[in-house]
């Protein structure tokens, strides 16, 4: 494959801003981004006097941005808002072609895999991804019947996400023993990683026995289970080009993409994704690694079951054995690798569309800081639609000579 | 540019399809393309027994297809239905990876785009392209709402599409004294071609006293210059794997994309699409070909003025001179080209996210019936979204030896 660079990345806020647009968002993670590269600098669109200004053919411009491929799930039941993608277009005084992408809480990760794609077809040298979702100016039980739009609502309209999500916690927990306090440990981790991300929308460490005492959503998933409706947005910036140049930087090492049934009825095992395995599987062979090469992953886990899934279905540990990892600290700091430092969407925040593009923009910056003194980190990034039916599995790395 | 041949297409009955889902307008799309290529035949996805029967190599199986892209505008809002990747990935056995792309009523010419990165990245060989809308199960009145999503609702909320249109024909009007007579001719026009395609919602001839005596439903716009609400699909079939033996197929020789401002204020004319002009300029450099070489265009007639701007501003006519080139019957049979050939959105029907895919569909299928008997035939497909903040252009060829 050929050499993909991320060269700049930018994370809101994630959280209850009920202060911002959509529109707000998507602009703060595009100029965000653009001004986390070594080049031009942008205080808003209105301000503009310096596009155009001549510099060194070294240093990126706004003119390097050939596309932007822009991730959201339901501005359109949110806000009345589609064609995205011109909204977001229009922000840059060069007007780049555009293109909007929707794979439900898949979205992210699907814009950024479209945009590999213009990449890798040579059609662009450079492009901008962004993702966002602003969620809270609808009431709970509206946002509860937009996010049911992303299963099969003839087959499981009534059915909420923590429904779905419990029938697979309960195939789990009958099949391998699984314990809801094993599930709790992984929100109580989530909720401590939480605590070093500024971004984070709960930066507050949360007792066990608060979590195994909190309401129950759907059993035997509680409150604490659960990610939260939170409004956010997040960028990166792809490149083809002048790679050497931008050697220290994170590399998109490969990526895969899985598809299943959209509705569990039609699914052959309540106990995987088994869409999350084939992109997996894709990803690792495109990389060349395997699971035990990952030092850091943002898995999805909208629900505390559905990183227990994530982490036997991406190979960190055999399937049923996740629970006792998790138990014995495998997935924390000093563990096998550390699953969501970003506190995941369960301690993050979990804006939909932005979540994908949040994990690889993520990744990118925790790579940075925290990547081997010598040789190469990987680290790897897993992104799930509605129930599983569309799981999206990207790995980076970053070298250090 | 790789070659990339169209080897399979279908077209729905395009009207109100009272007894039809927007499923069943998918599934009938993406089966009749499958069958239209010469190998593998499909009853519906319930029948499947025919999947995976041994057949020569050389005939298309349904495990060609490497990736669906699906485009689609507003069943979010119509129907609570997002993930529709997922929705139609799981139609067939192989539940092969899918993508789903909105662009407002651009949906279709986008996901065709997409589509297209893929095959020239070489990550995929065959894929299927399809885009359907279900829209008359909503009020009129929550159509026109939902349709408004695709322009800036912050600047433009309460200008209802056929306003923003009619706009830009007193602009046209008063700049170079465009009639309305003109504009009727164009929905006449369009209603006589519709006559000869069978899958058209308005299959009537309607006089031009008709046409200047309907109701206004936007000075100067009146009911018949303004396209349908309708329910569709359509479906093509897209390769760079055995080119040779796709030789009689048609060609799909470069394509486009123009992005311009969401919202009339911030544009700098309005007598002009600016992103049809740069869609089409990238279009044209890339086939290798001129204006005056296209023998057939399906262009984007959301409104009768919107085919004058577009037969202007793809270059068939010099700005300003597209009414009486179309008063001289220059787009009909025996002009200079055939504009709409379909019937267009105005008669053929305006299913938002199939409009796209359907004109590359018609297309191809026109191509194979009308080509010249020897030599190379071209043809141009332009889809607009919104009030043309993104246009892309498509030009498609046939050669006969």
Redesign the interface.
Known sequence: MKKIKVIGSYITKFGELWDR?L?SLFEEAVFGSLNSVDGEKFTNRKVTHQYGTTMSEAKFKLSDIDAVFVAN??A??F?????????V??MLPN??????????CASGS?AI??A????????YRTVLVVGAEKMTDAMVSDST??L???????KE?GSTFPALYALLAQAHMQEYGTTTNQLAKIASKNHIHALNNPKAQFRKEIPIDVINNSMVVASPLRLFDCSPISDGAASVILTTKNIKKYSNKPTIEGFG??????SLV?RKSLTELSATKIAANQAYRQAKVKPKDISFAEVHDCFTIAELLACEDLGFFRKGEAGKAIDNNMTTYGGKLVVNPSGGLKACGHPVGATGVKQIAFLSEYLEKNSKIKGKTFALAHNV??SG??AIVHILSKTNK
């Open positions: 647009s529109e799930m339901a359109g039941q806000a009345n808002q589609l064609h995205l993608n011109a909204l277009s229009q007007n780049p072609v555009s293109f909007r992408v929707e794979a439900a699907m895999e479209m590999e794609l213009g990449l890798l077809s040579g059609r019947k937009i049911a739009g992303a299963s099969e609502y003839q309209y993409h899985g598809q299943d049934s959209l039609d639609g509605g039916a569309t």
